[in-house]
């Protein structure tokens, strides 16, 4: 069985888009987290503050407590980004809201003329979203969901949110891996209750296929993942 692979991505930026910038110029990065997992277990992480030639916005000093004053010591985007593209490789990519990450992502790309990511994206803010519709779906609030600690998030931190949305996904993971099960009862019999209903006919027998038991067998797997 050929293992998974699974990159946890998450950044800290200056502002909301690169493309409205403010009175000092483009936002940009100023820090990225990954975790590295293999077949649900971490195995590896890359983490880098990044100096951002510009002064970050109070706005956003709040949100993830990281000033210029702070960030001047660490290297620009330039001096890192081939260690973050050898690091994740073309492997699946798993982050909440991808669209924004990835743009600050590629625009910094091409800031040092690199080709834009072409790694598939995993959506858990898509995922969230689907799967309980008119919740809130951020990573606060799913954390919140599963009962996953949230007491050393002072601050937002793109390492941590990385590690707290690896938590989510496999959260989210057992959850899918219910529906599908759901799915599949009703797909064979009908109805969850119909299904239900079979126990009460005691006097009647049923041959059960070596295609149903293997069904069944698959479907429990994917309840104990």
């Known amino acids: 069985m050929s293992s998974i692979v699974r990159i946890f991505l998450d950044t800290e930026t200056t502002g909301l888009s690169t493309l409205k910038g403010d009175s000092y110029g483009a936002h940009r990065i100023v820090e990225i987290g990954c975790v590295k997992t293999v077949n649900g277990v971490v195995v590896d992480k890359f983490h880098a503050y990044l100096n951002p030639e510009r002064e970050v916005p109070e706005g956003s000093k709040e949100i993830h407590g990281l000033s210029w004053s702070f960030l001047r010591q660490y290297p620009t985007f330039c001096k890192i980004y081939k260690n973050f593209l050898n690091f994740i490789g073309q492997q699946v990519l798993v982050i909440h809201n991808a669209r924004f990450d990835t743009t600050f992502l590629n625009w910094e790309l091409a800031q040092v003329s690199q080709q834009e990511l072409s790694n598939p994206v ?4 898509v995922l969230a979203r689907k799967k309980f519709p008119g919740s809130p779906a951020s990573l606060d609030a799913l954390c919140r969901r599963f009962r996953i600690s949230l007491a050393e998030r002072t601050y937002h931190g793109a390492l941590l949110d990385a590690e707290l949305l690896c938590s989510v996904y496999q959260e989210l993971c057992k959850e899918q891996n219910v529906f599908e099960f759901r799915d599949l009862i009703e797909t064979q019999e009908g109805s969850l209750e119909r299904y ?9 027998q049923f041959s059960i296929s070596s295609q149903e ?5 698959e479907a429990m797997d994917r309840l104990k993942r």
């Open 213 to 217: 038991v293997l069904m069944h067998e």
């Open 196 to 204: 239900a209903s079979l126990g009460t006919r005691q006097e009647r």
């Open 122 to 125: 995993e959506d858990t803010l």
